[in-house]
């Protein structure tokens, strides 16, 4: 009765907490526009702009409706289209093996465990999963075919994910982007100092295919520089700002910004400020910039990007071996330009590898001490720890008065509650450790984030619990592993079946309470915005509060694949946790593809590594075939060798997709780049230029004007939020009052 009272705690905890966040975001969305709808204000004149949602329950309408394929034209982009195809696949999964789940329940029902006595009973939720079977009973056959059937439909499932991966992949590059036919070469020869040399090479091999070429050079001082006169700016913005609406700055103190802040810089007095000296530090650090651009040129850091005239000509470049050392002239598509991280590409051989050392091994410890802390927390929201605390034990004398069913629910629920808790705070120590390496490029930094936080996901969370049953074992645990490793596939066996309500709890408070709270109230960045917001003195202040924080793909990637790996693996043994599986990822595309079209912004298109996804996704497979040969075996159900097979057979799946997507996820197949025209490169005013436009240092581009708005956006935005505020709001109300 533990388990039902858990399971029915968990719901009304998780369901509660959904409608009330629900209720909150339809309330408070018509309060807060630019929090819940900041988009529909930069960029309501796009063609990709969706028409807005009104009512209580016509933006889930909306919201499910709006196709991913205009994504790649927002400002979500790639990114945001293989997100949400990846969830809406995944959902559409998880509903087919629900409707089968409902076969297997009747099925284990008609076990006859329960009505043994003594410990061996199934009582409970026990009676529908597969603790109901008896050992070597024949209905296991059905158990042993539905493992089949689950396996085929997630090949199906595989499939389709990798192949709807290729298909926006190639509608992205087939847009025409001067992106789409630039390459980015590392580790040149030491002769290619200059841009000329560089073109010369690449046109001794490709001719007047190559239009142009740009190496990479260390200007980190100069960007130094730079960083400083555009803090300048932004204060010299806010005061002009503060000036043109009637403050009275005479007194006003800025705090002034350094260019390489320490700790100690929060205790920095503020000092007076005007408009006059501002201006004149502006000035001199132009002047500085103008004067270290006029120097000879700094060597070079063995990079470049090299342009080409059509597709066709670069994905024939990144594809070839241009020299005999394949460590050398390293080749591959260029990178989103805002994702690069100059004065990283500019940082030494022996600066990098320090530095990796060092983030390896502080990864490394965190892997090994992780569960300790884990199991502290865990022990202290035990029960039994919580009673000795008097100020506890007269709250659960206050709960066990209505009822022993109240208490039991708690006490089943604390575990999982905490575990996601203190799970949640694991990716800021490891950004905070990522921060220490050096990352040419944002996506590769998330790439190896993804794997990690998925590695420690499943490790410490999935494998580890599941085999020990509970953390204060691990040790001993990973002692037998290392003595028997052939033994880890049995005692998880073993131990997986009892610890299913415990991994339900997991997903019903991800679906049911992070979901909501997190994602779709999004209670962090509106408590952060609301304290900006009072904090706030000019417009331009206001506009910045409510700026939304990035999507976290990495995190929220490896979270998913944890889910899937926990459900698909209890799909067979336990199926009372597909439906809340099906919640948690149907919640998930909503509320995701909710903020992909309406919220988030991101800075760049940097999570494109989604073979790594799959390739996780195929050991979620792995794990659950593994798993239930051997719960059949630990049942002497001597037919369960015959699933052997199948891990042989999704090996080999695994490698023939491998084989039939992962390279043209990666590259445009030439019959694909015959259809771009090249007439469509010459209408965009970036195209007519060369590579030293977009792929140019930052630092080497015209500096901005400091009275004139800073971006394009901003211009957008002052020429039309009037319009927004005073007509928009108006009639997103009204309708709203009129459903």
């Not at 093996?97 to 006595?117: P, Q, W």
Request: contains cysteine.
């Amino acid at each position: 009765m533990v388990a039902n009272n858990s399971i029915v705690g968990s719901c009304v905890a998780g369901c509660s907490v959904t409608l009330l966040c629900y209720g909150v975001f339809i309330i408070i969305r018509r309060m807060f526009l630019r929090h819940y709808m900041p988009l529909c204000s930069r960029h309501n004149r796009a063609s990709w702009a969706p028409t807005e949602s009104y009512g209580g329950i016509q933006w889930i309408w909306t919201t499910i409706r709006y196709p991913e394929g205009k994504l790649l034209n927002a400002p979500g982009g790639v990114d945001a289209a293989k997100y949400l195809r990846f969830l809406k696949y995944t959902t559409y999964f998880f509903g087919i093996l629900t409707l089968a789940g409902f076969i297997s329940m009747g099925v284990n029902y008609t076990g006859t465990n329960k009505d043994r006595e003594g410990s061996e009973k199934a009582t409970g939720l026990d009676v529908i999963s597969f603790a109901n079977m008896e050992p070597g009973t024949s209905i296991m056959w059905f158990h042993m075919t539905s493992v089949y059937v689950f396996s085929i439909i997630a090949y199906f499932y595989m499939f389709f994910s990798y192949k709807a991966f290729v298909t926006l992949n190639n509608q992205k590059r087939q847009m025409a982007e001067f992106q789409s036919r630039t390459i980015f070469v590392k580790k040149l020869h030491s002769y290619l100092d200059s841009d000329e040399k560089l073109f010369e090479y690449f046109s001794s091999f490709w001719g007047s295919k190559v239009e142009s070429a740009v190496l990479m050079r260390d200007h980190r001082y100069l960007n130094s520089l730079l960083k400083r006169r555009q803090n300048k700016v932004k204060e010299y913005h806010r005061l002009m700002d503060m000036i043109n609406e009637g403050f009275q700055v005479e007194n006003f103190k800025l705090k002034v910004q350094v260019e390489n802040p320490k700790w100690w810089n929060i205790f920095q007095r503020p000092r007076r400020m005007d408009v006059t000296s501002i201006r004149t530090e502006i000035s001199e650090l132009g002047h500085l910039i103008t004067r270290e651009k006029k120097k000879p040129e700094p060597p070079s850091i063995n990079m470049g990007f090299v342009t080409f005239t059509s597709t066709s000509a670069a994905m024939q470049c990144v594809q070839a071996l241009h020299c005999s050392d394949p460590l050398k002239m390293v080749v591959s598509l260029a990178p989103d330009s805002r994702g690069i991280r100059w004065d990283d590409c500019a940082v030494g051989t022996w600066e990098r590898r320090s530095r990796a050392i060092v983030v390896f091994m502080l990864v490394l410890t965190l892997f090994l001490f992780w569960s300790v802390p884990v199991a502290l927390i865990s022990a202290f929201t035990n029960i039994e720890t919580l009673n000795s605390m008097k100020g506890f034990r007269t709250f659960w004398k206050f709960l066990r008065y209505f009822g022993p069913e109240i208490s039991e629910s708690i006490s089943s629920f604390l575990p999982s509650l905490t575990l996601n808790i203190f799970m949640a705070l694991l990716p800021y120590i490891l950004k905070a450790i990522f921060g220490l390496g050096i990352w040419e490029l944002s996506r590769t930094k998330d790439s190896v984030l993804m794997r990690t936080y998925w590695l420690f996901l499943l490790l410490n969370v999935f494998l580890l619990y599941s085999v020990t049953g509970s953390l204060f074992s691990a040790i001993d645990e990973i002692l037998a592993f290392l003595t028997d490793p052939s033994g880890l596939v049995n005692r998880l066996a073993n131990s997986l079946p009892q610890q299913a309500i415990f991994f339900t709890n997991y997903i019903i408070i991800q679906g049911l309470v992070v979901y909501p709270v997190i994602h779709l109230v999004r209670v962090p960045d509106i408590v952060i915005a609301l304290f900006r917001r009072s904090t706030a003195k000019t417009k331009r202040d206001v506009k910045e509060a409510y700026k939304p924080a990035p999507f976290d793909y990495a995190v929220q990637y490896a979270r998913d694949i944890i889910v899937l790996t926990i459900g698909l693996t209890f799909s067979s043994m336990a199926p009372i946790i597909l439906p809340f599986t099906l919640i948690y990822f149907g919640m998930a595309y909503i509320t995701c593809k909710y903020n992909m079209v309406f919220v988030f912004d991101p800075p760049c298109e940097s999570f494109q590594n989604n073979h790594h996804v799959l390739d996780q996704m195929f050991v979620a497979i792995l794990i659950y075939q593994s798993t239930f040969l051997g719960v059949l075996t630990l049942k002497l159900f001597s037919p369960a060798l015959a699933l052997s097979p199948l891990i042989l057979m999704t090996l080999g799946w695994w490698k023939y997709l491998r084989r039939k997507f992962v390279k043209p996820t990666e590259y445009l197949a030439l019959e694909n780049c015959t259809k771009i025209s090249q007439v469509e490169f010459n209408l965009k005013p970036e195209n007519s230029s060369s590579a030293n436009g977009m792929y140019l240092h930052p630092a080497l581009k015209p500096l901005e004007d400091i009275d004139a708005p800073s971006s394009q956006t901003e211009v957008e935005m002052c020429t039309f939020e009037s319009d927004f505020d005073a007509t928009f709001t108006q009639t997103f109300q009204e309708k709203y009052n009129n459903v």
